[in-house]
């Protein structure tokens, strides 16, 4: 009998992950925010928990979030026990890209796009308390940059020099370096985030979905992360 779980981070409704499971076999659907009012580690876990399946496709169209609940999610999905198929539909950006980086296999639809980058953070305080984050901030990366070079099995400055630039990988450029392991093809993806806040978006994904045909629990999400992107950008310009 096929089951149904549909997770719902917090009270936001508009916030969703889905699984359909059967005995053998399960899909995971991740098509939102990665923490930030979205998809937390807590409700991810909790779901995946109750899964016996011995086959796990995992689907993701996500634009990044938290890098915690990013990371709780990677790990719970490597030390399940299950075979792990990653699909890339649209977009796994930021740390949704570590996300897909928990795959025995990745697959990216032709028009997917994956996205490494650095981490940010907001921090208040004063002189030192910016310095102590700025030490975590490169901790943090460099623990990303490990997973991204364990995959491409490439070194960790390589890594870390996509993260740098900000890199929005095609779905054949993740194939080639080995981010990816197939590129199956798909209608077109079309952004439907919020990527205002990064700096090198492909001209594919520019036009995102017109906040006028999102509910409004939607819109003020995007309103939100466009608060928070614009506190990073001018404390980026201050500098």
Do not use: C
Request: aromatic share 8%.
């Amino acid at each position: 009998m096929l089951k149904t779980i549909q997770a719902r981070a917090g009270k936001v409704p508009a916030s969703w992950f889905s699984i359909k499971a059967e005995a053998e076999t399960a899909d995971v659907l991740i098509y939102d925010y990665i923490g930030w009012g979205g998809v937390t580690a807590a409700d991810f876990a909790t779901a995946l928990q109750a899964l016996t399946a011995k086959t796990i496709t995992v689907r993701l169209n996500t634009p990044g979030g938290d890098v915690f609940d990013g990371l709780a999610i990677f790990n719970s999905l490597k030390a399940h026990g299950a075979q792990i198929h990653v699909r890339v539909d649209g977009i796994a950006a930021s740390i949704g890209s570590i996300i897909a980086m928990a795959g025995h296999t990745i697959t990216m639809g032709e028009s997917a796009f994956l996205m490494v980058h650095n981490p940010w953070a907001l921090t208040i305080g004063n002189a030192e308390d910016m310095r102590a984050m700025a030490d975590t901030l490169e901790k943090i990366g460099g623990s990303l940059a490990n997973i991204y070079a364990s995959r491409a099995k490439t070194t960790p400055e390589q890594a870390q020099a996509w993260m740098n630039a900000e890199t929005w990988f095609t779905a054949d450029e993740a194939k080639a370096l080995g981010l990816a392991d197939a590129v199956q093809g798909a209608a077109k993806a079309e952004a439907s985030f919020d990527l205002s806040g990064y700096a090198k978006v492909p001209k594919a994904l520019t036009e995102s979905v017109a906040e006028r045909q999102l509910d409004p629990d939607s819109v003020r999400r995007f309103a939100l992360m466009r608060k928070r992107l614009a506190l990073v950008e001018r404390g980026e310009q201050s500098r």
